[in-house]
């Protein structure tokens, strides 16, 4: 029985050790894997902001029509925050970016 739980074993570790693990992608491979789902991903928030500036207008048109100012300061801060929370002080950049780039002319 000892015989047979040796050859078992020694079996057991030789298929193991038969198939080396996967080697790792080649960095030009990652690179190009990468550079591809960063391009959709551009082009989706390209998407999304054209989205939101839309939205940034019809907001604008409707508190200027109302007698209220283009800008609502306690709005934007909040907009800010959420930017800063996500994603550190990267975020309070690309908020302030996009709220600058959307708040439309100022006369």
């Not at 960095?27 to 391009?39: G, K, L």
């Amino acid at each position: 029985m000892r015989v047979v739980l040796a050859l078992l074993g020694v079996l057991t570790l030789s298929a193991c050790g038969s198939t080396p693990p996967p080697a790792p992608p080649a960095p030009s491979d990652v690179i190009s894997q990468q550079r591809t789902r960063i391009d959709d991903l551009d082009r989706q928030i390209v998407e999304l902001l054209g989205q939101r500036k839309e939205a940034s207008e019809a907001v604008q048109r409707a508190r200027t029509s109302a007698g209220g100012g283009r800008v609502d300061p306690s709005r934007e801060q909040v907009i800010i925050d959420k930017y800063r929370a996500r994603l550190g002080d990267g975020g309070e950049k690309i908020a302030k970016a996009v709220l600058e780039a959307f708040r439309g002319p100022s006369s």
